[in-house]
């Protein structure tokens, strides 16, 4: 058995017993997700990326995730990588990795503001943030602004276009204060292509939106 699948499935054992499945928006399927973005990342960018930080990072980077309205939020990546760091201890993971590991997840977060030092910190928050475009990223939207009872959008002007967007108002609004801004934010090369062609579904949407709201009655 190669390293890396000895490791998977370890991380795997230890969410079937201990992970939260309330949340579907960071739930197994997500890590999983994360972590292949991240090993197809890591190998477009020429494969030097060590794959056993990023996927401890793509297994833990959510170990810790206070709700999108919790005044923790902005702590919430920091908080992550120590407990990471205590959980992969106890599972006898290579110490000398822990650094990398705890840097990665720190850094991965929107909100924390931490800059990317090393090419797996950069490749594991392409990868998470690539999971707020695209098909995956409008489903995620809807279903977060649902679990915090927030309206999907503004029925007067749900494209912002004569108010400053707020995220803690409408699903929509999501939109424009972060989703449609990380393209340009992906830290690598492969990332920002694939972002941009992931973010035209979210643009595609908010034409379609527009469209039948001001569509005349039949």
Known sequence: MSELKHWQEKFEAWHARNGDASDAAHDIHHFRRVWS?????AMAEGGTADKLV??????????VNPPKDSPL???ASRLAAAKAVELLTEMDFDTAKLDGVAHAIAAHSFSAGIPTETPEAKI????????????????????VS???NRPPFDAVDPLCKNRTPDDSLYGVDHFFTKLLKLPAQMQTESGKRMAAE???VLTGYLQ???????????
């Open 54 to 63: 990023l996927l401890a990072g793509a297994y833990f980077h959510d170990v």
């Open 37 to 41: 973005m991240a090993d197809a990342l």
């Open 73 to 75: 939020r902005s702590q």
């Open 208 to 218: 379609t939106l527009e469209r039948e709201l001001t569509a005349p009655a039949p």
């Open 124 to 143: 594991l928050q392409d990868a998470d943030r690539m999971e707020a475009l695209g098909a995956i990223g409008l489903a995620r939207v809807f279903y």
């Open 198 to 200: 992931r973010a035209e």
């Open 146 to 148: 649902g679990r915090l």
